[in-house]
């Protein structure tokens, strides 16, 4: 049989017919029985559900702060991220969906609806990603990658950022547990080698450029572990910090400088290996099979049916309604002379709106940004009836992530609160950001953005903290950035606003981009000078970007067609409640409805306008 025959959803469908799993106290075998036969409460079974997922991501149960009591082990542990360990991961998520065949929803509550409709979503989107022959699912998250090992995807990242930030060491049981995960790291860098040469044999190589940025970050990687680091450091100032004794720091130097050293270099050979091999077409449509990957992850990432050309034709009609907001503001600042894009090329070397070079500017840019998120928070009463008060940590990116990531992320804190929201903030050079984009930025990435959302969405089911959806999670946080325009944000500082209206326009052009790399056989070049010419952002800035859109696929699209959504739904609000529609109702409704599909979040509205119309 060739490589390229077998495929994971014939691996998939012999592997769920064979394994017993245990869900909700009830054993299943295939398909399992439907859950309307079952005598478990609905709560208690999305419960269940959660940590059954959980077992297979013990990372994410740590970064929650649910790794307690009886799953307390799971704190020492790793995914499993071998093909095996992948089709084990797979047969579950399928068992669960099985599970939920035919219920009738109609005895459950609104709350419940909304939570069986999402795993339902999640779960089936991660099944149908997982019967593709290569690549790596995100369930229940965004970050969906054809190349399980390149220059933002892969242990090698994720690793040092984790233990140092998410695991804790309060005790001495923290502690060994933080020594178990690093003695588990070989075993999961080589689970990654194996479905890496898998691919390769399939004749799926990422593309050249993206070999480079990987090839040179795992360089740096290795560098980094035959020192010990940067796990010694960091369980050494956690231990300090926690007054146990440091001694186990000299088990993760040895570990770190041996095993996993030399598993890198395993690594790094093959993207060696792949890297004689490649060509620099950018995009899923030069891969085996990748039109079918593509299009799966564009309904992964946005949540709809929508084909690439749909997708293609809206980025440029909201990019050209975009460009027409911004144009009158130009002018009355003075810049009257070219496209918008030109014109935004000639702000963005304004002296004026540049940070200083080097450390002084990046002090100055971490002060901007808490003196943004000071003044947001205070504004929040006027936008919402029910508040959270998220604690937010702005961090700098790990300087090995850097080169590959993009300006900013953010995410929440753990469920417990032991965790804070984070703001991760690129600063390998001032150049990337720039006054009067930053503020919308941190709107985006802190309050009422990712953080603000994460918070409420902490206070839902365990599984409803787990699963998160691309298009509303960035949707919500480009609606963030609406909503601090409307609060005010820019009614002093106009050419603040032609920062967030640039943000939106960056987000539209990322529907053309993303869809012209993988779908219309763009190159890199063009991707990234339609960004520049057609938009005006910064060259600097785009590069990563654009490089980023070809190792995680359709994800980029996820932003706008959330936004857009979520605006939809708003003017839907006040139209059918016409003088009952209120702002600060319609924003708590869709929070507190929680992250979720998008046509689970338009019966959510559908809820607020039956009840408060």
């Known amino acids: 049989m060739s490589n390229l025959s077998l495929t994971r959803r014939q ?82 998520l399928r068992s669960v969906v099985n599970q939920m065949d035919g219920l009738d929803e109609s005895g459950l509550t609104p709350d419940q609806q909304t939570s069986y409709q999402v795993v339902r979503s999640a779960f089936a989107t991660a099944v149908e990603g997982f019967d593709l022959p290569y690549g790596d699912v995100a369930v229940g998250s965004w970050r969906n990658a054809p190349y399980v090992v390149i220059q933002n995807v892969g242990t090698y990242l994720d ?66 572990a035959e020192k010990g680091e940067p796990f010694t450091t960091s369980l050494q100032e956690k231990l300090t910090e926690a007054g146990l004794p440091t001694g186990r720091a000299g088990r993760v130097s040895l570990l770190t400088r041996g095993p996993v050293a030399d598993a890198l270099k395993r690594q790094l050979a093959e993207l060696k290996a792949e890297r004689a091999v490649a060509t620099s077409e950018a995009g899923m449509w030069a891969r085996p099979g990748g039109e079918e990957w593509y299009r799966w992850a564009l309904k992964a990432s946005t949540t709809t049916d929508l084909g690439p050309d749909e997708i293609h034709e809206q980025g440029l009609e909201e990019l050209d309604s975009l460009h027409a907001r911004m144009d009158p503001i130009l002018r009355d600042i003075g810049y009257d002379s070219g496209t918008v894009g030109e014109r935004m090329q000639a702000l963005s070397t304004d002296k004026r709106y540049q940070f200083a070079e080097g450390d002084p500017g990046r002090d100055e840019i971490m002060s901007f940004i808490k003196g943004r998120i000071d003044w947001i928070t205070a504004q929040m009463p006027r936008a919402f009836n029910q508040l959270v008060e998220p604690n937010v940590e702005v961090r700098r990116l790990p300087l090995a992530e850097e080169p590959g990531a993009p300006g900013a992320y953010g995410g929440a804190g753990s469920k417990d609160g032991s965790i804070p929201a984070r ?154 409640m016409g003088n009952a529609y209120d702002f600060k109702g319609f924003n708590t409704a869709v929070i507190l409805g929680g992250n979720s599909p998008l046509d689970v979040m338009a019966k959510t509205v559908t809820r607020y306008i039956d009840t408060a119309g």
């Open 11 to 92: 691996t998939l469908a012999g592997l769920t017919a064979t394994t017993a799993l245990t869900l909700g106290g009830c054993t299943t075998r295939g398909s399992g029985p439907a859950l309307r036969d079952m005598t478990i409460a609905p709560d208690q079974w999305l419960d269940d559900v959660a940590y059954g997922m959980l077992k297979y991501e013990p990372e994410r149960a740590t970064s929650l702060g649910v790794d307690t009591g009886k799953y307390a082990a799971w704190r020492g542990m790793l995914e499993d991220q071998s093909p095996e360990g992948q089709r084990e991961y797979a047969a579950y």
């Open 423 to 576: 703001m991760w903030i690129n600063l390998r050079t001032t150049d990337l950001h720039r006054k009067y984009d930053l503020a919308d930025l941190t709107y985006h990435e802190s309050i009422p953005g990712h953080a603000w959302e994460g918070e409420f969405s902490n206070r839902l089911p365990l599984i409803r903290s787990i699963l998160a959806f691309n298009a509303f999670s960035e949707g919500w946080a480009l609606y963030a950035e609406q909503l601090a325009d409307e609060l005010g944000a820019y009614d002093d500082f106009q050419v603040g606003r032609l920062g967030y209206l640039q943000s939106l326009a960056f987000r539209a052009c990322r529907l053309v981009v993303d869809t012209g790399l993988h779908h219309k056989r763009w190159t890199r070049e063009q991707g990234r000078a339609f960004f520049v010419e057609r938009n005006g952002s910064k060259a600097e800035e785009v590069a990563s970007e654009v490089d980023r859109y070809c190792s995680w696929p359709g994800q980029a699209c996820g932003y706008k067609i959330g936004h857009s959504q979520i605006v939809t739904q708003r003017a839907r609000a006040k139209r059918e």
């Open 159 to 224: 690793m040092p950022r984790f233990m140092d930030s998410s695991h804790p060491v309060e005790d001495a049981a923290d502690a060994d547990a933080f020594v178990s995960r690093i003695e588990a790291m070989p075993q999961v860098l080589d689970g990654e080698l194996e479905r890496i040469r898998s691919a390769r044999a399939m004749g799926v190589v990422p593309p050249d450029f993206l070999l480079d940025k990987a090839i040179a970050q795992m360089e740096r990687t290795i560098t980094d």
